[in-house]
């Protein structure tokens, strides 16, 4: 990738831009990736970190929304499934099935949501009984025949159901089991889609930690937020990308006197990280997809060794102030002890939380959960000289390529440009040349650098077949041992090098899972900074300046103090020595 200087040197000589695209989430990335492989003359800016926003709070699920159905959303339920399908070949290395058990607890509540919903009516959803459930997953079998990737569903009654899930709530009547997918390193996904973009050559640019107001007469300016460095560009189109950011972005991109009526009215959703063994252990690989006592949809499934559940779904207005706040966390807690009464969370088994803001169009609907999900583009016309302004409205995770590929062929048409390379089965990143042999594909790379066969499976399962780039970079020097066994001193490097690293929570808790899966302690943060620090060349006033920003990030945002990564310190202490003594 190219680096900071590079690329403010480079508008600074040629200021003008065909596209400049704002917001870093997964959808400006995707759109960002689309122009720069047809040739477009492309910058993207972000105003944090790639994937920083609701991209990296998703409920790390890739499905066709059941539930859309009840809204009449079969459109984008179809689409859905598609690009779920799409990424389950384009990104295995990250995107798997995943079997998800429905329980059922009524036989004909909630037929008449779907009526009342297509009269334009509203109201709040009834529980959702056997015949409503079974309806939609035929639709869903009906919508993926021709793929025919995963199996079929299948009802089981209350017997076979409590035999499989003997914690499941007893008053259940039924389950149903169908196949959906999950998604593990959904900003690695992210930063994917960024350096494929890139690699199209000099004609696409990005900068994190960036922002981009209006100055007049078709300029903009360009502040660079890490060297604090401003200069002018001339874009012909502008993308709005930002999200549920979508109108405080165009408050900066239009004077006060042209500024649009609001376009997002976002819900936020948050999530909580359990360490349980005996509660991953019960649901034996499934997501379980129930709905609490209100009828709200929850879920909850196993998580790189943890349990991710959630969510809630609540109207916010500013996106930059969410978080998981302690009536949430209540809230959450108290719909798994509906679906499973003998399971209880000790407060400290909660080792992470998360909370991000739906990107939702503006809506007027007393339910959220009956707010559209699908998405649109508007444009926005400038005056005085300024460029048209294409806002990408709505969207989910899934449906990133396409939503992308949508909003890049608006903007081919106003360029003139035609398009010349479909992403529709194009591997991402590490889902590139993916071997069918796993385990000979390891045993190969590890014969080949030098490096355990153990670690090069934990890189491989990290970064698909880039591993092989991380491992020959880190075989090339001398390397150190950090406080987590499953990560050294050159890994990090490769990744603050290569994936545009400015801060040490871009690396803890994006680049990396070390913060999410409750493996991260104080010594390993304290290590990474250190890392970090050296290759940046910071003074020495700036480390502790950065600790108390990852601290006060991780505290506010994410409900992990100083002190319990202080006490992992010790946890991860015994299981060294208990790991060295079993070796």
Not at 35 to 41: D, F, R, S
Not at 146 to 157: E, S
Not at 216 to 237: H, K, Y
Request: hydrophobic share 40%; glycine share 10%.
């Amino acid at each position: 990738m190219m680096n900071r200087r590079e690329t403010m040197d480079g508008l600074r000589r040629s200021p003008k831009v065909d596209v400049c695209v704002l917001g870093g989430g997964i959808n400006g990335l995707s759109v960002f990736r689309e122009l720069a492989l047809q040739g477009v003359n492309v910058l993207l800016v972000e105003k944090d970190d790639y994937c920083s926003g609701a991209s990296a709070a998703l409920s790390r699920m890739v499905h066709g929304g059941l539930r859309y159905l009840e809204n009449g959303e079969f459109s984008l339920v179809q689409e859905s499934l598609v690009e779920r399908d799409r990424l389950l070949r384009n990104a295995p290395h990250y995107v798997a099935p995943l079997p998800t058990t429905v329980p059922i607890f009524d036989v004909f509540s909630g037929l008449a949501n779907g009526i009342v919903r297509f009269l334009g009516l509203t109201r709040r959803p009834s529980r959702r009984g056997a015949i409503a459930i079974k309806t939609g997953l035929g639709i869903y079998d009906f919508l993926t025949r021709k793929r025919a990737l995963m199996p079929k569903h299948q009802f089981r009654g209350r017997k076979a159901t409590l035999d499989k899930w003997p914690a499941l709530n007893p008053a259940i009547r039924n389950s149903a089991t169908y196949y959906d997918a999950w998604v593990s390193h959904p900003e690695r996904i992210g930063i994917e889609l960024l350096g494929d973009g890139l690699s199209a050559g000099a004609n696409a640019k990005a900068l994190n930690y960036a922002t981009v107001e209006q100055m007049g007469a078709g300029e903009f300016l360009l502040r660079d937020r890490v060297s604090g460095e401003t200069l002018a560009i001339q874009p012909r189109l502008v993308i709005n990308a930002t999200g549920g950011w979508i109108d405080i972005a165009n408050g900066a991109l239009f004077p006060q006197e042209a500024r649009p009526a609001p376009l997002m009215g976002g819900t936020k959703g948050s999530h909580l990280i359990i360490d349980s063994a005996g509660l991953r252990d019960m649901l034996d690989g499934h997501m379980i997809y129930y709905e609490n006592e209100d009828g709200r949809i929850c879920i909850l499934f196993p998580y790189l060794g943890k349990v991710l559940v959630g969510s809630t779904d609540i109207r916010v207005d500013d996106p930059g102030t969410v978080r998981c706040e302690a009536d949430e966390r209540d809230y959450i807690l108290q719909s798994l002890a509906f679906v499973l009464p003998g399971i209880k969370i000790r407060p400290e088994e909660i080792v992470f939380q998360f909370a991000g803001v739906r990107p939702l169009p503006a809506s007027k609907d007393s339910f959220t959960g009956r707010i559209p999900r699908d998405h649109f583009c508007t444009v926005l016309e400038g005056s005085n000289g300024a460029p048209p302004v294409l806002c990408m409205i709505g969207g989910k995770w899934t449906t990133f390529r396409s939503f992308g590929e949508m909003a890049a062929d608006m903007a081919l048409e106003r360029l003139g440009v035609t398009r010349r390379v479909d992403t529709a089965e194009r591997a991402i990143g590490g889902g590139r040349v993916f071997p069918k042999d796993g385990k000979g594909w390891v045993r190969a790379l590890a014969a080949s650098t030098g490096i355990s066969a153990d670690r090069t499976a934990l890189l491989f399962a990290r970064y698909g077949t880039d591993a092989e780039d991380v491992a020959r970079f880190i075989a090339a020097a001398p390397d150190h041992p950090l406080p987590h066994a499953g990560y050294s001193v050159r890994e990090l490097i490769h990744l603050i090098r290569s994936e545009a690293v400015e801060h040490l929570d871009d690396l803890l808790t994006r680049r990396t899972t070390l913060a999410i899966t409750g493996e991260l302690s104080l010594a390993m943060a304290e290590a990474v900074l250190d890392v970090l620090a050296a290759e940046k060349g910071w003074p020495a006033q700036r480390v502790p300046e950065e600790r108390g920003r990852f601290l006060t990030l991780m505290g506010e945002r994410h409900g992990v103090t100083e002190q319990s990564l202080s006490a992992r310190n010790e946890q991860r202490s015994e299981l060294c020595e208990t790991t060295a003594r079993s070796g």
